[in-house]
């Protein structure tokens, strides 16, 4: 009753914003709703008769004036999309407002959009830090590898234990347990779909990109999380989404070296990828991984469907976390760590267009996990493991009045069910021996969400736009001890989440920036077990974040700045692997400026950005453990090369990071290139990938000794992060083999 009471005084206020016209008005957007700058629209007759024509401006958005009454067709046209069109009628002196979306690439085009301005911005991306990294511009984090699928300039990737454990993720100050303050989505067609598992049993947030096959990856979203209200759960300091190629040109691809080989395939809507390998550390790690992708999409009137299937499994010995400080040790502490996951998920959403300026959208999903994981960090051998059912859904309704006000609400509803979310402690430290084992916590828990949410946007004048929203999240925290049942409870969580961003875009031809503030209320959920301890945790982690972003384009470069502000409350949870036990954490403030410059010229652009962050503990001021302070990163592209010869690389730095209890890591370089030619038109691609590395990835501190060490004591371990060269060769099977 309270979502329909606010729902309709949003109605009647827009009512009050609605005038006379007599204009065809809108804004067109790429698959991923991006601004889609200097595309040709045009309104056409019955007869296919022209009636006006012009290009999109740099927000993506279009005007006609003065159009007769009557039946046209309104149709815009790119070199990098399919044509999209749209009927529409015409009143005597109406004034209409119609959006168009281009929902499908060209056959052989790689390009979306290069980044975003904070110009561009809609009720549904309303967070000005927002970029879109196009596929092809970027390198595959570790090409025929497990782990990240592409790398993310600016967003270190770390894969803490080799192996297919999936990766950690790292932003400026940001030190996430798998994704606890960073979410994950993988977009099914407008729908986020949450790829985050709350209350892991090896990890706080675990997100795994890895269930992708990267030739499906259209682009990559990040934005600063807090300022969506779409977002909710984990989207403290960062949210990325992985967009999906709508159709995938028939290829197949093998890549591989002397210890790794991996063969990738793709037809229309389906992708499959298996992959064995070792490694490069002295342990085998006997790698297998197989998936499946599917994306679908159909338009059926005013219906536009689409489905998708995410089906993987893997397994493999783990190297783990070895000290650092012993030269030459490229090999595992306890042979028995392995890891097995599989996963099973499926998607679908319809986006109903109601009329050319209102859509209802509505999700559901279903998915399946398992995790079985094995470890050693420095107390013996441990079992991590749980199986657990995802499924929700979304109801969302735009409606578009004009350029001074849009209007979304919906709901959102979510439930994780994990059972046996246990950790098991082997006693024996026979490398050969799996047991006699003991358990540490077993629990079956249940995290229930229902949250409404509804937001308003629009420009106030041709130069300041605004983006309002909130939403409600009801959560109900259901954790079944099965050791303790003393500890079970059922307890209902809310936490309100306010958004604002106001945005300054002076016109292009002045010499102003552009420069938009934001403000977020957000949250991440907490594993609710109690574990060893004897208390209740926190159940929920508030955060506030504040944003200031200013950005200006000059002679083909693209020039950002970001500063950023996020407080986190303190809070009682995460369960120690070894010993059960809950662990303080907060309360917590990051500070971080990023600068960033892209340049675009004939054949490739350079792109590079470095990040400061400063991020403490408040209750005694001393630096978050494991939070980077220092990133860089440099990438470029060359296309127009000789002999049809393309170059990709990225350079990246990780300064050394604090590691908690006077400790402090190393720093972490790695330069990542690709050196592809094209044969018999494109048909045929073979090339290189390489990486050049020093340092050691998911740097920490344990307490352990080796073989004839003695008494174990503290220090610092990570996974040796090795260079190496593989090749490999695509196929193409759509395109023509003779050359131009």
């Keep these: ?149 592409v790398s993310l300039p600016g967003l270190p990737i770390e894969t803490a234990s080799s192996g297919i454990k999936a990766p950690q993720y790292f932003a400026p100050g940001v030190a996430g347990d798998h994704g606890e303050p960073i979410a994950m989505f993988i977009q099914v067609g407008s729908f986020l779909m949450p790829n985050n598992l709350s209350a892991n049993a090896h990890g706080n947030g675990y997100a795994d990109p890895n269930i992708l096959v990267p030739a499906v990856i259209e682009a990559v979203e990040t934005d600063g999380g807090a300022f969506n209200v779409r977002e909710g759960d984990h989207s403290v300091n960062l949210a990325a989404t992985y967009n999906i190629r709508p159709s995938l040109e028939p290829f197949a691809t093998l890549t591989g070296d002397y210890r790794d080989a991996n063969l990738s395939a793709g037809w229309r809507w389906l992708a499959v990828e ?134 979304m609400a919906g709901m959102d509803y979510f439930r994780e069910a994990p059972r046996r979310d246990d950790l098991d402690h082997y006693l024996s430290t026979d490398p050969s021996v799996y047991g006699p084992f003991e358990k540490v916590t077993a629990n079956n828990i249940t995290l229930n969400f229902l949250t409404p949410f509804v937001a308003i946007d629009g420009s106030i004048v041709s130069w300041l736009h605004y983006n309002l929203g909130w939403r409600r999240d009801q959560i109900d925290f259901q954790n079944v001890d099965l050791l303790a049942p003393a500890n079970s409870f059922d307890r ?46 926190s159940l929920i982690s508030q955060a506030h974040s504040y944003q200031l972003v200013a950005g200006k384009s000059v002679a083909h470069t693209d020039f950002r700045v970001t500063l950023g502000h996020v407080t986190q409350s303190a809070s009682l949870a995460k369960i120690d692997p070894d010993t059960g036990l809950q662990y303080d954490e907060g309360p917590s403030r990051n500070r971080y400026i990023t600068v960033s410059a892209r340049h675009t010229f004939r054949g490739g652009f350079l792109q590079a950005s470095v990040s400061k962050a400063d991020a403490r503990d408040l209750s005694d001021g001393t630096p978050v453990p494991e939070a980077p302070r220092l990133i860089m990163d440099v990438l470029g592209t060359l296309d127009r090369l000789p002999f049809g010869l393309h170059v990709r690389a990225e350079f990246e730095e990780v300064g050394a990071k604090p590691l908690g209890d006077g400790f402090v890591g190393v720093p972490v370089r790695e330069f990542r290139g690709a ?66």
């Design 274 to 407: 298996a992959s064995y390998g070792n490694g490069f550390l002295d342990t085998l790690e006997h790698r297998q991984q197989y998936k499946v992708n599917a994306l679908k999409g159909w338009n059926l009137g005013r219906h536009s469907l689409t489905t998708m299937f995410i089906g993987y499994y893997g397994k493999s010995m783990v190297p783990g976390l070895v000290p650092i400080d012993v030269p030459n040790l490229h090999d595992t502490i306890d042979p028995r760590q392995k890891d097995r996951t599989h996963t099973g998920e499926i998607a679908l959403n319809d986006v109903w267009h109601l009329t050319p300026d209102s859509e209802l959208q509505l999700s559901t999903f279903f998915r399946t996990y398992n995790l079985s994981l094995f470890s050693n960090f420095g107390d013996g051998l441990i079992r991590q493991s749980e199986s657990r059912t995802v499924t929700g859904g979304n109801g969302n309704y735009i409606r578009r009045i004009n350029r001074h006000l849009s209007v």
């Design 492 to 537: 209902w969580r809310g936490i309100n989440s306010p958004k604002a961003t106001l945005s300054f875009v002076p016109p292009q031809n002045r010499p102003l920036p552009s420069v938009a503030l934001s403000f977020g209320q957000t949250f991440f959920t907490n594993d609710p077990r109690m574990g060893t301890g004897g208390q209740p945790g």
């Design 1 to 149: 009753m309270i979502v329909a009471r606010v729902f309709s005084c949003l109605l009647a206020v827009t009512a009050a914003f609605a005038g006379p016209g007599g204009s065809i008005a809108g804004q067109l957007t790429d698959p991923q709703g991006r601004p889609v700058a200097d595309a040709i629209v045009r309104i056409l007759e019955a007869r296919n008769a022209e009636v006006a024509e012009m290009r999109s401006g740099p927000d993506g958005r279009f005007d006609f004036s003065a159009v007769p009454a009557g039946a046209y067709r309104i149709v815009a046209q790119d070199a990098d999309f399919v044509d999209v069109a749209r009927p529409i009628d015409i009143a005597d002196g109406a004034d209409v407002s119609v959006d168009l979306r281009f929902t499908r690439l060209t056959p052989h085009s790689d390009a979306v959009t290069a980044t975003a301005d904070v110009s561009d911005l809609n009720i549904q991306n309303p967070d000005p830090a927002q970029r879109v990294l196009v596929r092809d511009e970027i390198l595959d984090a570790n090409p025929g590898r497990p782990g990240a699928p």
């Design 675 to 740: 050196l592809v030619r094209d044969f018999q038109n494109g048909k045929v691609q073979a090339g290189v990938h390489f990486q050049i590395a020093s340092g050691y990835t998911g740097q920490t501190t344990e307490v352990l000794a080796l073989p004839g060490e003695g008494d174990p004591f503290e220090r610092v371990v990570g996974v040796y992060l090795p260079s190496y060269a593989t090749a490999s060769v695509s196929y193409h099977f759509g395109r023509r083999s003779s050359e131009k």
